[in-house]
Structures are given as C-alpha cells and as structure tokens.
C-alpha cells in the first residue's frame, strides 16, 4: 500500500479530482494519509476533512526562512512514512522535500509542457490572449530543486474561437487536469513509471 500526502494552497479543485478517485476506488494500492496546507483557511482542508483524510497545517510564519519551514514540511512527512506527495495547487518552494523525495513527488501543471513553463500569472488567460487552438495539461515529477521535471503524462484540449478565459479554465482542468493526476499516481502505484534519464518510460505503454 502506497501512503500518499497532499501538499496543497488555496481552495483545492485538483485535490478535489484526487479525492474523488480514492473515494471511488480508482487508484489500487494507494492511501491518502494526510492534506498539508501552509494555510490554516484554505478550502481545501474543507475538502479534505469532508472525505474523510487527516489536515495538517504548517504556519511558515512561525519559521524564519523558507529552508526552515520546508525542513518542516519534510520531517512531517517523514514522520508519516509517507511513499508519494502529490502536488495539489501547492504554492511554495519544495527546498528539502524535492531533494528528499527525489521521483516521489507528482504534480500537474495547466500547460502543455514546455508551453507557459516559467509563466507568471494566469496561464489560462495567456491562452486566450495568444489565441492558442490546442492546450493542455502535464502530470509530471518534481525535480530535484522543485521544477517540473520528467514527464508521465500530457492531454490535449481543443480551444475554440468562441471560448472565453474561464470556459478555458473549465475545460482544461475538467479534460486535463483532473484526469491526468489521478491517471499518474494510478501508474505509479502500479510500479509501472521507469525514469530513464530525463524521460518517463510507462511498462506496458505502446509508446514505449
């Protein structure tokens, strides 16, 4: 059994498609042991605690510096025997987890990777205003410093020219998003994610 950890910030939508497969039983072998928020009123700990999954809150205020508060971070997994973290809207620095958790961290990111990867602000409107026609989502593993590194799994989403910024949004998390995360940690769980390199190999794959 893979015992598994959220990190997430703010109101918790990709959480919410992650506790949705465990409710439904659509991850074998894996656990959701806990949700960590640096933020004692995000939505998600509601969402979290409505299912059922244990909340925990590391303040970063109480830490002097973001080395500490993600030394923290990690030692509350650790204490957890935590397997996999899952990166759920997580908005701060990994530090020490990335580097401890090294291709045990999933994450997914609104974009088509390497499309918008260093982009600030809202990515979903960076494609309306450049008029893309297709977008996307990537499920990746954090790399060592906490960037996105090798990629699992990427899905395509058609943007059509009556679309709007948040029937962008609607339509990428719902087709992308929040498919791809459960379909990772799926695969992972199953033992059949192999990093070569830079790349992800997937056992049983026909692209592989």
Same mark, same amino acid.
């Given at each position: 059994?893979?015992?598994?950890? =959220?990190?997430?910030?703010?109101?918790?939508?990709?959480?919410?498609?992650?506790?949705?497969?465990?409710?439904?039983?659509?991850?074998?072998?894996? *656990?959701? @042991?806990?949700?960590?928020?640096?933020? %004692?009123?995000?939505?998600?700990?509601?969402? =979290?605690?409505?299912?059922?999954?244990?909340?925990?809150?590391?303040?970063?205020?109480?830490?002097?510096?973001?080395?500490?508060?993600?030394?923290?971070?990690?030692?509350?997994?650790?204490?957890?025997?935590?397997?996999?973290?899952?990166?759920?809207?997580?908005?701060?620095?990994?530090?020490?987890? =990335?580097?401890?958790?090294?291709?045990?961290?999933?994450? @997914?990111?609104?974009?088509?990777?390497?499309?918008?990867?260093?982009?600030?602000?809202? &990515?979903?409107?960076?494609?309306?205003?450049?008029?893309?026609?297709?977008?996307?989502?990537?499920?990746?593993?954090? =790399?060592?410093?906490?960037? &996105?590194?090798?990629?699992?799994?990427?899905?395509?989403?058609?943007?059509?020219?009556?679309? %709007?910024?948040? %029937?962008?949004? %609607?339509? &990428?998390? *719902?087709?992308? *998003?929040?498919?791809?995360?459960?379909?990772?940690?799926?695969?992972?769980?199953?033992?059949?994610?192999?990093?070569?390199?830079?790349?992800?190999? &997937?056992?049983?794959?026909?692209?592989?």
């Amino acid at each position: 059994m893979i015992r598994g950890a =959220a990190l997430v910030s703010g109101g918790g939508t990709q959480l919410q498609s992650l506790l949705d497969a465990v409710y439904f039983k659509e991850i074998p072998n894996f *656990e959701l @042991v806990a949700v960590i928020s640096p933020e %004692s009123d995000a939505y998600a700990l509601t969402r =979290a605690k409505t299912a059922g999954v244990p909340t925990y809150v590391v303040d970063p205020n109480l830490f002097p510096t973001e080395a500490s508060y993600s030394k923290a971070v990690y030692n509350k997994l650790r204490d957890m025997d935590i397997d996999l973290v899952i990166l759920t809207g997580y908005k701060r620095p990994l530090g020490e987890v =990335a580097e401890k958790f090294k291709n045990k961290i999933i994450g @997914v990111y609104p974009s088509l990777i390497p499309a918008f990867e260093n982009q600030e602000g809202n &990515i979903y409107k960076a494609v309306f205003e450049r008029g893309l026609k297709v977008a996307g989502a990537t499920a990746y593993f954090a =790399a060592s410093d906490g960037s &996105i590194g090798p990629i699992i799994l990427q899905k395509a989403v058609t943007i059509y020219q009556t679309d %709007s910024v948040e %029937s962008i949004r %609607s339509r &990428i998390m *719902e087709e992308a *998003e929040w498919k791809i995360l459960p379909q990772a940690i799926k695969l992972f769980c199953e033992g059949k994610l192999e990093i070569r390199g830079k790349r992800v190999h &997937i056992q049983d794959s026909e692209n592989d």
